[in-house]
């Protein structure tokens, strides 16, 4: 059983009226217009989803990816023309017309995503493949901080999400857990405060009614790295060191339940919400993390259609917050449905793309009308729309056809031996044999062309000569089919899928001269 871890008024100014025969340069509008003339057009509205993605499908600006690998935006650049992916690590090994990697790479010291961005953001192979595609590119990411904001504007590149200030502050599992409890949207019981000592924790939680069986939360952390489980001395002496010194933690009565992940974008219409998945949470054959994801699970009862309608209305109430709050775009929640309970609860909001964004963006229903993620860009396209929010949202509610079921996989290495890999799986569509081995079947960029639940894509991170350690990521798998059962254990096709996976790795023990480079890849 896998349990809990973790507008503004708008002015325009008047100008003057022109003197009689003269002649207005209106360069702010880009048209000329003479005195006698007719008033130039307005600009075009897009009215209609239609309309959206043909305006995408014939688009002109250079759009970027920049991130360490392609994961989170995969499949993106079918929908949009000049659509690329800036990244580190080259998962496709040269074969993906749309994804760029500079030649030199031989970093060592990444400190996490955002640190690989703003490299790339400083490469000048990199900054001339973004000179040659001309002005006016737009850049997306995962993370970025305020150097990403000011070597991207170096660059020429106008960042496509809010500030990073404001991402950083509603990141906050603090801040969002007092403005989800304002909205309405129930967090797990718990109580948000300081704690020193377990002592300090003890009396915090037993003040509050929450019990000795805890869940701590730090108010930043990905992928669980802020989730810690607490039920004596002996567990809080092994997280003491990442707690004492937070100012304030959230600490939360530890319940049995799964995890609903659900994405939406805030826009100026309105917020429309994805479809509905379950977390694969701390499995061991995937992770050595108790309290890490480690993959999904998509399909069309993923909650009974009361539940259904509550959860997208916890999120339409998060998508209001945000809005308020100045932000807009693209965000993620995870929700926590009690088993026991029946409840759902607020788990956590990310502002930002996250690890279940491929799934969102590449499922079914998203392509019947279009990916939610092209709903985060059209608020930054400079382009007028009208779109029936209500609507899309109707028809995602609805969800997929009783046989559509997609998960992912997220793989890293559980064992803590220390070794550098000789060979490691190559990015494509591989096929499952009634053996339980796998093997190659054909390249592939995405999913899209899966015929089965014999056959899944896998993204590779780790390549050979990367260190083979406790916790480095190896892949990501994405197929057909269920892959945790109901009583929330990994599948026997899931566990055939790793094991014979895994079996298409090898290493060698570390040398002390033996270059590293650590392979990153969006968790959350």
Same mark, same amino acid.
């Given at each position: 059983?896998?349990?809990?871890?973790?507008?503004?008024?708008?002015?325009?100014?008047?100008?003057?009226?022109?003197?009689?025969?003269?002649?207005?340069?209106?360069?702010?509008?880009?048209?000329?217009?003479?005195?006698?003339?007719?008033? =130039?057009?307005?600009?075009?509205?897009?009215?209609?989803?239609?309309?959206?993605?043909?305006?995408?499908?014939?688009?002109?600006?250079?759009?970027?990816?920049?991130?360490?690998?392609?994961?989170?935006?995969?499949g993106i650049d079918r929908w949009v023309r000049n659509f690329f992916y800036l990244t580190y690590f080259d998962s496709f090994e040269g074969a993906h017309s749309r994804v760029f990697v500079?030649?030199?790479?031989?970093?060592?010291?990444?400190?996490?995503?955002?640190?690989?961005?703003?490299?790339?953001?400083?490469?000048?192979?990199?900054?001339?493949?973004?000179?040659?595609?001309?002005?006016?590119?737009?850049?997306?990411?995962?993370?970025?901080?305020?150097?990403?904001?000011?070597?991207?504007?170096?660059?020429?590149?106008?960042?496509?999400?809010?500030?990073?200030?404001?991402?950083?502050?509603?990141?906050?599992?603090?801040?969002?857990?007092?403005?989800?409890?304002?909205?309405?949207? =129930?967090?797990?019981?718990?109580?948000?405060?300081?704690?020193?000592?377990?002592?300090?924790?003890?009396?915090?939680?037993?003040?509050? #009614?929450?019990?000795?069986?805890?869940?701590?939360?730090? *108010?930043?952390?990905?992928?669980?790295?802020?989730?810690?489980?607490?039920?004596?001395?002996?567990?809080?002496?092994?997280? *003491?060191?990442?707690?004492?010194?937070?100012?304030?933690?959230? %600490?939360?009565?530890?319940?049995?339940?799964?995890?609903?992940?659900?994405?939406?974008?805030?826009?100026?219409?309105?917020?429309?919400?994805?479809?509905?998945?379950?977390?694969?949470?701390?499995?061991?054959e995937l992770t050595p993390s108790k309290g890490a994801w480690c993959g999904n699970d998509v399909w069309r009862e993923v909650l009974p259609p009361a539940q259904t309608r509550a959860a997208?209305?916890?999120?339409?109430?998060? #998508?209001?917050?945000?809005?308020?709050?100045?932000?807009?775009?693209?965000?993620e929640v995870d929700l926590l449905h009690d088993l026991d309970a029946n409840e759902l609860y607020l788990g956590e909001v990310n502002p930002r793309l996250s690890g279940a964004s491929p799934?969102?963006?590449?499922?079914?229903?998203?392509?019947?009308?279009?990916?939610?993620?092209?709903?985060?860009?059209?608020?930054?396209?400079?382009?007028?729309?009208?779109?029936?929010?209500?609507?899309?949202? !109707?028809?995602?509610?609805?969800?997929?056809?009783?046989?559509? %079921?997609?998960?992912?996989?997220?793989?890293?290495?559980?064992?803590?031996?220390?070794?550098?890999?000789?060979? !490691?799986?190559?990015?494509?569509?591989?096929?499952?044999?009634?053996?339980?081995?796998?093997?190659? *079947?054909?390249?592939?960029?995405?999913? *899209?062309?899966?015929?089965?639940?014999?056959?899944?894509?896998?993204?590779?991170?780790?390549?050979?000569?990367?260190?083979?350690?406790?916790?480095?990521?190896?892949?990501?798998?994405?197929?057909?089919?269920?892959?945790?059962?109901?009583?929330?254990?990994?599948?026997?096709?899931?566990?055939?899928?790793?094991?014979?996976?895994?079996?298409?790795?090898?290493?060698?023990?570390? !040398? =002390?001269?033996?270059?590293?480079?650590?392979?990153?890849?969006?968790?959350?």
């Amino acid at each position: 059983m896998r349990i809990h871890r973790r507008r503004a008024d708008r002015t325009v100014p008047t100008a003057a009226a022109p003197a009689p025969g003269s002649r207005l340069d209106d360069t702010a509008a880009g048209a000329i217009v003479t005195a006698g003339n007719p008033e =130039p057009k307005p600009p075009r509205v897009l009215n209609g989803l239609s309309d959206v993605r043909a305006f995408f499908h014939n688009n002109k600006l250079p759009l970027y990816f920049i991130s360490p690998t392609p994961f989170n935006l995969l499949g993106i650049d079918r929908w949009v023309r000049n659509f690329f992916y800036l990244t580190y690590f080259d998962s496709f090994e040269g074969a993906h017309s749309r994804v760029f990697v500079p030649r030199r790479r031989d970093r060592r010291d990444f400190d996490g995503m955002g640190d690989v961005c703003n490299h790339l953001l400083r490469d000048p192979e990199t900054l001339e493949f973004i000179a040659r595609r001309g002005p006016g590119g737009k850049a997306c990411f995962v993370m970025l901080d305020g150097e990403t904001q000011a070597l991207a504007r170096q660059a020429g590149l106008e960042v496509i999400h809010p500030p990073a200030e404001l991402r950083h502050r509603l990141g906050s599992k603090i801040v969002m857990t007092r403005l989800a409890n304002e909205a309405g949207v =129930p967090s797990v019981p718990h109580v948000i405060g300081r704690s020193g000592s377990y002592e300090e924790l003890s009396t915090l939680a037993h003040d509050a #009614g929450l019990g000795d069986d805890l869940v701590i939360e730090a *108010a930043y952390g990905n992928a669980g790295s802020a989730t810690f489980f607490v039920r004596g001395e002996r567990d809080w002496d092994q997280c *003491a060191a990442d707690l004492v010194e937070q100012p304030e933690i959230k %600490v939360m009565k530890r319940i049995r339940n799964v995890e609903v992940c659900i994405e939406g974008t805030v826009t100026r219409h309105g917020t429309v919400i994805g479809p509905a998945m379950t977390s694969l949470v701390g499995y061991p054959e995937l992770t050595p993390s108790k309290g890490a994801w480690c993959g999904n699970d998509v399909w069309r009862e993923v909650l009974p259609p009361a539940q259904t309608r509550a959860a997208r209305e916890m999120v339409r109430k998060l #998508g209001d917050v945000l809005s308020r709050e100045g932000y807009r775009g693209y965000f993620e929640v995870d929700l926590l449905h009690d088993l026991d309970a029946n409840e759902l609860y607020l788990g956590e909001v990310n502002p930002r793309l996250s690890g279940a964004s491929p799934m969102t963006n590449l499922t079914t229903e998203a392509y019947a009308d279009m990916p939610l993620f092209l709903f985060h860009l059209l608020e930054y396209m400079d382009v007028e729309y009208e779109l029936d929010i209500e609507e899309i949202n !109707t028809r995602w509610e609805r969800g997929y056809g009783e046989d559509e %079921v997609w998960g992912q996989l997220i793989m890293s290495e559980t064992s803590p031996e220390l070794e550098l890999f000789t060979s !490691t799986p190559r990015t494509g569509v591989w096929r499952l044999h009634h053996d339980g081995s796998v093997s190659f *079947a054909r390249q592939g960029n995405d999913w *899209a062309t899966l015929l089965d639940e014999s056959e899944a894509f896998y993204m590779r991170v780790a390549a050979p000569g990367d260190l083979r350690c406790e916790g480095a990521q190896l892949g990501v798998l994405v197929t057909r089919g269920h892959l945790q059962t109901d009583d929330y254990q990994l599948t026997e096709r899931c566990q055939r899928w790793v094991k014979g996976l895994k079996a298409h790795f090898a290493s060698t023990p570390l !040398t =002390p001269a033996a270059p590293i480079v650590s392979r990153l890849v969006a968790r959350a």
